[in-house]
């Protein structure tokens, strides 16, 4: 699987949009790109993903570059329980394989 | 749904004694995945089930860990003898796997609320 880039910590204020950027320029053809987050002392929570479209659902939007070398996570309007670290994951498409999780972005929702 | 099912939520035990963690993923899934997280090195698989079947337990950190999934909807993380490294957060998660079909899509996986063992 490829492997990804993401800053370490972000902030955003209250209300606002949070736009968590990814890099994956070793993405391949049949590589999906996932998005989760971890509240602090909870379990990941998986939030969105997709190939090479935008994807949009109640959570989060999702843009993919069109060479999907990089991503963007959008929040449109982060809350302060959004702060959580949050994982890129490139994962390949079709087969019963595990997520391997980086050391995320960080972010923190200010009020 | 209740979700992923973990037992207990926290266990403290001593040097040398078995541990046992517990996991009941959610109905209809049919894989089956044991993470464990700490500071130093963040999640790490240690195994994962497919259809009940371990599939890759390279994760498995040495002999004293051993996982079984005797049917769809339980699954056991035994450690014996534990130790204090093995002190973490350790995180079951069940997913849907499809195979490789045209206009269908593997989706997320579903996290439970995880177990923190501390051995002293």
């Known amino acids: 699987d490829a492997k990804t880039t993401q800053p370490t910590s972000m902030d955003c204020a209250e209300g606002r949009a949070a736009n968590l950027p990814c890099n994956h320029s070793?993405?391949?053809?049949?590589?999906?790109v996932y998005w989760y987050r971890q509240i602090h002392s909870q379990g990941p929570q998986y939030i969105i993903h997709?190939?090479?479209n935008n994807e949009t659902n109640e959570m989060a939007s999702l843009i993919i570059t069109e060479d999907r070398k990089s991503s963007t996570l959008i929040l449109p309007h982060a809350t302060l329980r959004d702060t959580a670290v949050y994982y890129c994951i490139v994962k390949r498409y079709g087969s019963a394989r595990q997520l391997t999780f980086g050391s995320g972005t960080q972010l923190t929702v200010l009020p | 749904d209740a979700g992923v099912i973990q037992s207990p939520r926290h266990e403290v035990t001593e040097m040398g004694q078995e541990v046992t963690l517990r996991c009941k993923p959610i109905s209809g899934h049919n894989s089956l995945f044991w993470y464990r997280q700490t500071m130093m090195r963040g999640l790490e698989l240690l195994i994962y089930?497919?259809?009940?079947?371990?599939?890759?337990d390279s994760g498995m950190p040495e002999d004293r860990f051993s996982a079984k999934m005797p049917n769809a909807s339980f699954s056991t993380l035994k450690i014996q003898p534990s130790e204090p490294r093995d002190s973490a957060v350790y995180f079951c998660?069940?997913?849907?796997?499809?195979?490789?079909?045209?206009?269908?899509?593997?989706?997320?996986?579903?996290f439970g609320s995880g177990t923190r063992l501390t051995v002293v």
């Open positions: 089930f497919n259809n009940n079947v371990p599939i890759d």
């Open positions: 998660a069940s997913s849907l796997i499809i195979p490789l079909k045209p206009g269908r899509q593997n989706y997320g996986y579903t």
């Open positions: 997709g190939l090479k």
């Open positions: 070793t993405i391949s053809g049949n590589e999906y």
